[in-house]
């Protein structure tokens, strides 16, 4: 299940959403795979008979139930992770009744590796590890799809979160209306700080108009 808009922050986009690499499901699905082939051996290819056919049926339908447990139980674990990235945030969520998460702010990351082993770069899986400035300093993330890109991604938005935050320093500051400035003259003059006529000047120049002659 993708990950929801609805815990974005104001202006926030998701960047990468990602479930695990089905690497994840391999375990599982060899294990399931080897109980089918010995529970068919054991029901159609054993040469057993009387008690001991009756009892390696029942270990063999226990070993495949028992399998097929285990392959629901990680295919539900793969279809409710994501790791997801964002312009503002790495966020990372797991479970569907019991859930946990981690959210780590762009600005606390400092340094991303990735880990392949021989068969993680064949199939483009490998493990993620972040270090942040924070109480748990360092993450590590298994089976992530494509980790270069992943790292690389993160990077980039790290980049572009830092080049934002320069932007607001230096995006000059909200100007005040003319309207909003003759108002406050108004309410000077009216509690008789300034006279009509200072009233008239300044409005003048608030409006680009040439002020009006002191009498």
Same mark, same amino acid.
């Given at each position: 299940?993708?990950?929801?808009?609805?815990?974005?922050?104001?202006?926030?986009?998701?960047?990468?959403?990602?479930?695990?690499?089905?690497?994840?499901?391999?375990?599982?699905?060899?294990?399931?795979?080897?109980?089918?082939?010995?529970?068919?051996?054991?029901?159609?290819?054993?040469?057993?008979?009387?008690?001991?056919?009756?009892?390696?049926?029942?270990?063999?339908?226990?070993?495949?139930?028992?399998?097929?447990?285990?392959?629901?139980?990680?295919?539900?674990?793969? =279809? /409710?992770?994501?790791?997801?990235?964002?312009? &503002?945030?790495? +966020?990372?969520?797991?479970?569907?009744? @019991?859930?946990?998460?981690?959210?780590?702010?762009?600005?606390?990351?400092?340094?991303?590796?990735?880990?392949?082993?021989?068969?993680?770069?064949?199939?483009?899986?490998?493990?993620?590890?972040?270090?942040?400035?924070?109480?748990?300093?360092?993450?590590?993330?298994?089976?992530?799809?494509?980790?270069?890109?992943?790292?690389?991604?993160?990077?980039?938005?790290?980049?572009?979160?830092?080049?934002?935050?320069?932007?607001?320093?230096?995006?000059?500051?909200?100007?005040?209306?003319?309207?909003?400035? =003759? /108002?406050?003259?108004?309410?000077?003059?009216? &509690?008789?700080? +300034?006279?009509?006529?200072?009233?008239? @000047?300044?409005?003048?120049?608030?409006?680009?108009?040439?002020?009006?002659?002191?009498?």
């Amino acid at each position: 299940m993708p990950f929801s808009p609805d815990n974005l922050h104001r202006e926030e986009k998701i960047v990468l959403d990602l479930h695990p690499h089905w690497i994840m499901l391999a375990k599982g699905v060899v294990i399931l795979v080897v109980a089918i082939i010995f529970g068919g051996w054991i029901q159609f290819g054993a040469d057993l008979t009387g008690t001991l056919s009756s009892f390696a049926s029942g270990v063999a339908a226990l070993f495949v139930i028992g399998a097929l447990l285990y392959f629901l139980q990680r295919w539900i674990a793969w =279809i /409710s992770t994501n790791f997801v990235v964002t312009t &503002d945030r790495c +966020i990372y969520r797991e479970g569907i009744i @019991s859930k946990r998460g981690i959210e780590i702010p762009l600005e606390r990351i400092n340094t991303v590796f990735f880990n392949q082993g021989i068969i993680d770069r064949m199939v483009g899986a490998g493990t993620l590890t972040i270090e942040s400035a924070g109480e748990h300093g360092v993450q590590t993330f298994e089976d992530v799809r494509n980790p270069i890109g992943v790292q690389q991604e993160l990077y980039q938005q790290m980049e572009d979160n830092e080049n934002r935050k320069f932007d607001r320093v230096r995006s000059p500051a909200t100007p005040v209306s003319a309207a909003d400035e =003759i /108002s406050k003259l108004a309410a000077l003059r009216d &509690d008789g700080h +300034i006279t009509q006529a200072e009233f008239e @000047s300044q409005k003048a120049v608030l409006l680009g108009q040439q002020p009006p002659p002191t009498v």
